[in-house]
């Protein structure tokens, strides 16, 4: 990498509005998990270091996993055509009741949608 990319690089970073300061791991949703999680511990040499599956009471879907230095990668897949749970997110702010584009915000969609399934 020459210096002028590189100063154009940090120059472009320092003016992030929102910085990343890091990542716990990066999560593929894939057809078939057990076979994506074999090849990457067998051809790229990561560890299986967890599974969630349905012999841990999660039947809608398989996740591993797996992990090299300071990587880690989930690779998950569903085990029918349909998953059931769709809320991606959910926030912990009790305060806020709409978005900032007026829109109910995740934590009321949440509880609608809990309130339907007749949870709260």
């Not at 509005?17 to 949703?29: A, D, I, Q, R, T």
């Not at 090849?39 to 809608?60: A, C, D, K, Q």
């Not at 569903?78 to 702010?93: E, L, N, V």
């Amino acid at each position: 990498m020459d210096a002028d990319l590189r100063a154009r690089a940090k120059a472009h970073a320092a003016q992030d509005p929102l910085p990343m300061l890091g990542f716990s791991h990066v999560e593929w949703w894939v057809g078939n998990a057990y076979q994506t999680a074999m090849f990457f511990r067998s051809i790229l040499g990561f560890s299986m270091v967890g599974y969630r599956g349905p012999e841990t009471g999660h039947r809608e879907t398989s996740s591993y996993l797996l992990e090299s230095g300071n990587i880690r990668f989930i690779v998950t897949g569903a085990k029918g055509p349909i998953i059931r749970s769709r809320i991606t997110f959910i926030s912990t702010d009790r305060e806020c009741t709409t978005s900032p584009s007026g829109s109910p915000a995740p934590k009321r969609l949440f509880e609608r949608e809990q309130e339907k399934r007749g949870n709260l």
